[in-house]
Nanobody
Framework: VQLQASGGGLVQAGESLRLSCTAS????????MGWYCQPPGKSRELVAE???????NYEDSVKGRFTIALDSDDNTVFLQMNSLKPEDTAVYYC??????????????WGQGTLVTVSS
């Protein structure tokens, strides 16, 4: 299973970005997908996650500003980021809790996409 993320870039504070991440390969079922961020010099942390039943979970600092959505037909997760702040600057990683056609359930990670928010 491979994950391809895109959508990062350089924006000014208050602007928006939309990240996308598509999972491909021997996929039987996507149990959930999520976005994590790793700010400079810090460890990776959860931003938002969405499960196959539609339940979502957000880190407190992004509630009301970020929205996660899952397109199950295309195995793609989106992160709409509005009202961006300089402290949102980080490398953003997507992951997928996936069951493969061989019946193996694992969490897979995509490559990071850099989001830089200038003040």
């Amino acid at each position: 299973v491979q994950l391809q993320a895109s959508g990062g870039g350089l924006v000014q504070a208050g602007e928006s970005l939309r990240l996308s991440c598509t999972a491909s390969g021997s996929i039987l079922l996507i149990n959930g997908m999520g976005w994590y961020c790793q700010p400079p010099g810090k460890s990776r942390e959860l931003v938002a996650e969405i499960f196959s039943n539609g339940r979502t979970n957000y880190e407190d600092s992004v509630k009301g500003r970020f929205t996660i959505a899952l397109d199950s037909d295309d195995n793609t997760v989106f992160l709409q980021m509005n009202s961006l702040k300089p402290e949102d600057t980080a490398v953003y990683y997507c992951n997928s809790d996936t069951t493969t056609r061989k019946g193996k359930r694992s969490v897979y990670w995509g490559q990071g996409t850099l989001v830089t928010v200038s003040s």
